[in-house]
């Protein structure tokens, strides 16, 4: 019966969320321009809904959610310029 040592590095570096991770930590640009366009999205329906519901009800806080996700994802800069 053969003993397989299992290295700590190797361990990690086939392990699937560290793989995504590293997928993740470099969006190439059809991420980065999909990652926008879906924010400019999200923020134009919650515009579209806040001017529907009038000034009882207050949306602002949902504002926040895509320039939330686009700042996760693609940094800080972008998302300064999402605002």
């Not at 993740?24 to 515009?47: E, F, H, M, Q, W």
């Not at 926040?64 to 605002?83: D, H, K, M, N, S």
Request: charged fraction near 10%; glycine fraction near 8%.
């Amino acid at each position: 019966m053969a003993v397989r040592h299992v290295n700590a590095d190797n361990a990690q570096d086939d392990s699937v969320l560290y793989r995504w991770q590293k997928y993740l930590a470099k969006p190439t640009p059809a991420c980065t321009i999909a990652a926008s366009a879906g924010s400019l999205l999200l923020v134009g329906l919650i515009a579209w809904i806040n001017i529907l519901a009038g000034p009882e009800i207050q949306l602002f806080v949902f504002y926040l959610l895509p320039v939330l996700g686009i700042t996760l994802y693609l940094g800080r800069q972008t998302g300064v310029a999402a605002c």
